[in-house]
């Protein structure tokens, strides 16, 4: 009996210390109120209150009458308030100072504010694309321009073949980039290929050969440009919930943008994990260098020992393919390399 008490005792002091550990911390420095001004975005507001602003959905309570009660408008105010002992973040709508004068005004509404700085993934969002093997192999292809032309501009026309059924006549016209790999792996282990948008088209007749023309133009299209067809459907999403993965997430930044081999905060990683593995937008990782190897001064063999591995920053997931993602540097405590590892964080 004694031993059962003492077990039990053990247990619940785990348990308590557990849940303890993985409470919600708050910032040091927080405040009691924030008023949302222009020019914010979710991650940085959060940052004011947690010590770990991907968990603000832990804390998030709102108030059930304000309308559209998943945005959060220039002029809301977050308040922190505690329910039964934890911290609870609150929204408050803010109301427009409204001057009342007999004419007709005509004012624009407020965007609601954006979970991470737009600039960065903008065209992220908007014109990359990562195809797999098989939807490169499978794509149609441009196979001439109008009149012989080598090139294709804008207004111009263009004859593709490949398109297959006529389900859309909208189409991105694209450029084979760069192969998304593991490190070592050979040439046919591809997780996918950059997508170069090149511009959009639209189909005026279709055929073998289908007769496209190139309604807007990024760069020249060429011959040998493959085309991929835009869902009638299709959407882009701008907000984003951050949060750790629900499940246990080991992966490896494979790419970075505008670097060689080391990105800092707000630049773009290319992650070899994607929605197959369970990566979905808004997750965040932990980005890890690996430790390096020593040799031990004071063992006799001179042994080398591997040192453990150092966390580097914060990513977060905003565009997620088959077997790859792209990820935005949310924070940086020193630099993130090219082939670091990335965790739940």
């Given amino acids: 009996m004694v031993m059962r008490r003492a077990i039990t005792a ?10 303890q550990a993985d409470a919600v911390q708050l910032a040091p420095d927080h405040p009691e109120r924030y008023v949302v001004v222009k020019g914010d975005t979710l991650w940085d507001i959060s940052g004011r209150f947690l010590s770990e602003p991907w968990r603000w959905p832990e804390v998030w309570e709102i108030n ?10 220039p002029g809301d105010t977050v308040s922190l308030v505690y329910r039964e002992g934890q911290p609870v973040l609150m929204l ?6 409204v001057k009342l ?3 007709v005004r005509v004012e624009q509404l407020e965007r609601a504010i954006p979970t991470l700085p737009m600039d960065a993934i903008q065209q992220f969002l908007l014109r990359a694309q990562v195809v797999d093997p098989k939807q490169m192999e499978n794509a149609g292809y ?21 398109l297959g059924l006529a389900t859309t006549t909208r189409y991105r016209v694209f450029r084979q980039g760069k192969a998304y790999q593991n490190p070592g792996a050979g040439k046919k282990d591809v997780l996918g290929y950059e997508a170069i948008q090149i ?7 279709f055929g073998d050969p289908a007769t496209l023309m190139l309604t807007t133009a990024y760069r020249e299209a060429l011959v040998g440009d493959r085309l991929l067809a835009v869902p009638e459907d299709e959407e882009v999403s701008y907000n984003f919930t951050p949060r750790a993965p629900e499940q246990e997430i080991e992966g490896l930044i494979i790419s970075v943008f505008d670097a060689v081999s080391r990105v800092g905060q707000y630049q773009m990683v290319v992650l070899n994990r994607g929605h ?14 690996a430790g390096d190897q020593v040799r031990d001064p004071v063992s006799r063999k001179g042994e080398w020992v591997e040192l453990p591995d150092t966390r580097s920053g914060l990513i977060m997931v905003f565009r997620t393919f088959e077997q790859v993602s792209y990820a935005l540097v949310m924070k940086a405590t020193r630099e993130i390399r090219l082939y670091d590892a990335v965790r739940n964080p």
């Fill in 10 to 19: 053990l247990f619940l002091v785990f348990a308590l210390s557990s849940a």
């Fill in 276 to 289: 197959l593995d369970g990566i979905q937008s808004g997750h965040v990782l932990a980005a890890y260098t």
């Fill in 101 to 103: 004068t007999p004419q």
């Fill in 64 to 73: 059930p009458q304000i309308e559209n009660p998943h945005l959060i408008y």
């Fill in 199 to 205: 511009g959009d088209a639209r189909v005026e007749a």
């Fill in 142 to 162: 441009v196979m001439a321009m109008e009149e012989g032309h080598l090139v294709a501009g804008t207004n111009n026309k263009m004859y593709a073949r490949g």
């Fill in 92 to 97: 408050e709508r803010g109301l427009p100072t």
